[in-house]
Nanobody, 123 residues
């Protein structure tokens, strides 16, 4: 079993930055691909970014965040990060960390989920 706990959300002005962290329990973290998703009110959960199991693993990004967000992981700390720069009001959502046995861009690919952290970007 893997438990995921997100942190780092908050309120930021447009153009600002935030770094989300996701701490994982369990000894299988280094074998898992990790992803970030987000869900705005009234909208479906959407893919943001993913990284394969290696510390310098292959990364994947949604077109809407490419060039602004960076996903990374530290397997020694069982933690995955999402650095978010040049934030826009449309980035406002609850951000979820998720873990899967192989990387993917759809929520159904992921086996484990965190509780989410709110990110609000004011204009």
């Amino acid at each position: 079993q893997v438990q995921l706990v997100e942190s780092g959300g908050g309120l930021v002005q447009a153009g600002g930055s935030l770094r989300l962290s996701c701490a994982a329990s369990g000894r299988t973290f280094s074998s898992l691909s990790m992803g970030w998703f987000r869900q705005a009110p009234g909208k479906e959960r959407e893919f943001v970014a993913a990284i394969s199991w290696r510390s310098a693993g292959t990364t994947y990004y949604a077109d809407s965040v490419k060039g602004r967000f960076t996903i990374s992981r530290d397997n020694a700390k069982n933690t995955v990060y999402l650095q978010m720069n040049s934030l826009k009001p449309e980035d406002t959502a609850v951000y979820y960390c998720a873990a899967a046995w192989s990387p993917g861009v759809v929520p159904t690919n992921y086996n484990y989920w965190g509780q989410g952290t709110q990110v609000t970007v004011s204009s």
